[in-house]
């Protein structure tokens, strides 16, 4: 795992580091201290460690202007034992929507696992940005975490799913992965109409 590393191909347009606006503002990496783990494993040290003790995070790329950000995830997803859920929406998702950003892609082609448990947090994040038309979208979630989030009805406040999955999002430009995002949406609506 300590191989991974977190997408670096938008950092000539942004670097969450350098964004006054950001959590993580002013950090300096150690690129050959790796000091953060998951289990017994080992991670990069750019990703970013927001409370979580399985689940860690790199804020890839912000527009402020279009209200979207694009965010990277590692690690096992569990709401059950160390409420992941609550430090994400308290420690960054929250530090995002008092700057106006109210539509969220995040990435979790590694995620390995969700253990769920309550679904307030979600909830909760889905009513602070409905009313700005805002949104939560997974990407590439594998089949197994869709399922386990299905079982306790995350479908209600994040979009995510085989629609949402194979997308090549690391050969993209941040606004053409959200309007990609949204043409799916969008073609869902008409669907259901």
């Not at 790329?61 to 990277?72: D, G, M, P, R, S």
């Amino acid at each position: 795992m300590h191989d991974i590393e977190p997408w670096w191909g938008w950092r000539d347009e942004y670097v969450a580091e350098k964004d006054r606006k950001s959590p993580f503002y002013g950090k300096d990496y150690d690129e050959f201290k790796f000091t953060n783990k998951i289990y017994n494993y080992y991670i990069h040290p750019q990703w970013d460690y927001f409370g979580s003790e399985t689940l860690y995070i790199k804020i890839l790329y912000v527009n402020y202007k279009n209200h979207y950000a694009l965010i990277e995830l590692i690690g096992e997803w569990n709401d059950a034992i160390y409420n992941d859920i609550m430090f994400l929406k308290r420690d960054l998702i929250d530090i995002l929507s008092k700057n106006n950003i109210y539509k969220f892609i995040i990435f979790c082609d590694n995620v390995l696992n969700y253990h769920g448990d309550d679904d307030c947090y979600y909830e909760e994040w889905y009513d602070d940005i409905k009313d700005d038309i805002g949104w939560v979208c997974l990407v590439n979630t594998f089949d197994h975490v869709a399922a386990e989030m299905q079982r306790y009805s995350l479908q209600y406040y994040l979009n995510y799913g085989p629609q949402y999955n194979d997308i090549n999002w690391r050969t993209q430009k941040p606004a053409f992965i959200v309007e990609t995002i949204e043409n799916i949406m969008n073609h869902q609506q008409k669907q259901l109409l």
